[in-house]
């Protein structure tokens, strides 16, 4: 699935240069679970999930090398595909540097991380761009999250608790609970249980139905960030 966006996001800056979106620029920081409970059965889809991410992440950043090194002499694009290979001789560096954490990569940490990449699709279409990033593991009393905000000059900060499967009417589940922060507020102001099931509904919601663990984790995301964009786009809307 991170390939997948990474070619999506990676298309959308070839192609919507110039064009003008409906958002206020905000910056938002994820930061990643440090734990979840999940059921016996599914600690080998737990294995698989480690694993493919790291094969996903070569995959990646070989897409990325490759679309820098890639000559397009066509006037059409000429001016779009320079801009998004500026942009790709900043990010490239910075995703090698990131091996390391790849490497220490958890399960869990999906749920951050495909989230990041859900809100970058949903607020950075066009311009002007906001700054959507995922963090490690850390503090979130209200005092550590003011802290956090001033620090890292986030309008918001999401993060996740009580990560975990349950058995409802004979099928797996998973719960976990997203609160958004606002600096503006200096308070939580949402904070939301919700559930991802096993189904793979297509698209940006695609999911290995031999992998139980990833369709749980993937629809862990839909409904977390539909709770949370939903909220974002009432406040960052762009007044006409």
């Known amino acids: 699935m991170q390939r997948i966006f990474t070619t999506l996001l990676l298309m959308l800056s070839l192609t919507t240069y110039g064009q003008r979106g409906m958002w206020k620029p905000f910056k938002l920081c994820v930061i990643r679970p440090d734990t979840a409970i999940i059921d ?7 294995d698989s999930i480690e694993a493919g991410n790291l094969k996903s992440y070569y995959s990646s950043l070989k897409q990325m090398e490759d679309l820098l090194n890639l000559k397009d002499d066509s006037k059409e694009m000429e001016n779009s595909f320079k801009e998004a290979q500026e942009r ?5 560096p910075l995703m090698k540097a990131q091996e390391g954490n790849v490497k220490k990569f958890k399960y869990f ?3 951050s991380q495909y989230s990041t990449q859900v809100y970058n699709f949903y607020f950075n279409e066009y311009e002007p761009f906001s700054t959507i990033v995922e963090l490690p593991n850390q503090q979130t009393n209200l005092s550590s999250l003011k802290t956090l905000a001033d620090t890292s000059k986030a309008d918001y900060i999401v993060f996740y608790s009580n990560i975990h499967t ?4 004979g099928s797996v ?3 976990l ?7 503006k507020d200096n308070k939580v102001i949402l904070t939301k249980e919700t559930d991802g099931d096993t189904n793979s509904r297509g698209d940006m919601w ?5 992998v139980t663990l990833s369709c749980l984790l993937i629809n862990g995301v839909r409904t977390s960030t539909d709770e949370v964009a939903n ?3 009432e406040r960052q809307i762009r007044q006409k």
């Not at 016996?40 to 737990?46: P, W």
């Not at 790709?88 to 490239?92: N, P, R, S």
Request: positive net charge; proline residues 0%; glycine residues 0%.
């Open 109 to 111: 940490q999906t749920i």
């Open 231 to 233: 909220v974002l786009r």
């Open 206 to 210: 695609t999911c290995s139905m031999n």
């Open 166 to 169: 349950v058995d409802k009417d």
């Open 88 to 92: 790709l001789k900043k990010q490239v």
């Open 40 to 46: 016996t059965f599914l600690f080998s889809d737990r």
């Open 177 to 183: 609970t997203t609160s958004l922060y606002s600096k």
């Open 173 to 175: 589940i998973l719960k």
